[in-house]
T-cell receptor, first 112, second 108 residues
Framework: SQTIHQWPATLVQPVGSPLSLECTVE??????LYWYRQAAGRGLQLLFY??????ISSEVPQNLSASRPQDRQFILSSKKLLLSDSGFYLC???????????FGSGTRLTVV | GIQVEQSPPDLILQEGANSTLRCNFS?????LQWFHQNPWGQLINLFY???GTKQNGRLSATTVATERYSLLYISSSQTTDSGVYFC??????????FGDGTTLTVKP
């Protein structure tokens, strides 16, 4: 069966520090991968999605970037965190564009 | 882009009551999912339902694609049903747009 792993679960980082969040999928190949952010009390906003290695699409201009160095690995990064980067970050995968999403357990990021 | 509206935004029920959550969307879609976000933030897929009706235990969902809405029914609600329910739609680009959710509180 397929599983998705996301870490760390919580993270507290100072303003101006770098960020690297990792997401990996097991049990499938060539998944579509997604990074979403959820602000407190709000819905989910799509940040990045990827349909293959090295293929990244950005949905909103921001202080973050994403990379997909391997088929089942998706990384969310920042060179210098801002206070506004705080939130709950969720990685998701789908087998193809007409299939539903499965989400990881999320990373709660607090920038102080 | 497509707009997704969920109602009601908040719902408080007594344990054992039934409820209906609604999701309206502004354009035709190929995918529609209902999720439950538990108090720990985990998003659990409830239904993948671009059209028709599905049932899973006390939960069922109906999507009427031609009228651009979906309904999630919760029967005999339990305290563990509390959390936020999200509807997410996709117009065939592989990128889902989420509604703002319905926050359900079930009181014992």
């Amino acid at each position: 069966s397929q599983t998705i792993h996301q870490w760390p679960a919580t993270l507290v980082q100072p303003v101006g520090s770098p960020l690297s969040l990792e997401c990996t999928v097991e049990g499938t190949s060539n998944p579509n991968l997604y990074w979403y952010r959820q602000a407190a009390g709000r819905g989910l906003q799509l940040l990045f999605y990827s349909v293959g290695i090295g293929q990244i699409s950005s949905e909103v201009p921001q202080n973050l970037s994403a990379s997909r160095p391997q088929d089942r690995q998706f990384i969310l990064s920042s060179k210098k965190l801002l206070l506004s980067d705080s939130g709950f970050y969720l990685c998701a995968w789908s087998r193809a564009r007409l299939n539903g999403y499965t989400f990881g357990s999320g990373t709660r990021l607090t920038v102080v | 882009g497509i707009q997704v509206e969920q109602s009601p935004p908040d719902l408080i029920l007594q344990e054992g009551a039934n409820s209906t959550l609604r999701c309206n969307f502004s354009d035709s879609v190929n995918n529609l999912q209902w999720f439950h976000q538990n108090p720990w933030g985990q998003l659990i897929n409830l239904f993948y339902i671009p059209s028709g009706t599905k049932q899973n235990g006390r939960l069922s969902a109906t999507t009427v694609a031609t009228e651009r809405y979906s309904l999630l029914y919760i029967s005999s609600s339990q305290t563990t049903d509390s959390g936020v329910y999200f509807c997410a739609v996709d117009r065939n680009a592989g990128k889902s747009t989420f509604g703002d959710g319905t926050t359900l509180t079930v009181k014992p």
